[in-house]
């Protein structure tokens, strides 16, 4: 397949979205209900977002770290 510039208004779906990311589907819900997800358009029953957005929106989350390091442990 050969490389092509996607347009940042293009939409993509859900799956795209978490292909994407490297995400599951119940990862994503998490995240949307702590309102931490990129803008989204409900077209029927289906999700889909522009992809500027989404790519922005990934930058992002993986800035962020879910598990935050544990102090050590001092044993004397």
């Known amino acids: 397949m050969a490389d092509r510039k996607h347009d940042k208004d293009e939409l993509i779906n859900l799956d795209e979205l978490c292909e994407m ?3 599951s589907k119940q990862s994503y819900r998490g995240l949307r209900q ?5 803008v989204a ?16 929106w ?3 989350v993986r800035m962020v770290r879910i598990d935050p390091p544990r102090p ?3 044993r004397k």
């Open 58 to 60: 990934l930058v992002n």
């Open 34 to 38: 702590q309102g931490k997800t990129p």
């Open 41 to 56: 358009y409900r077209m029927g029953k289906r999700l889909y977002f522009k992809r500027g957005d989404a790519e922005a």
């Open 72 to 74: 050590p442990i001092c």
């Open 21 to 23: 990311g490297k995400l």
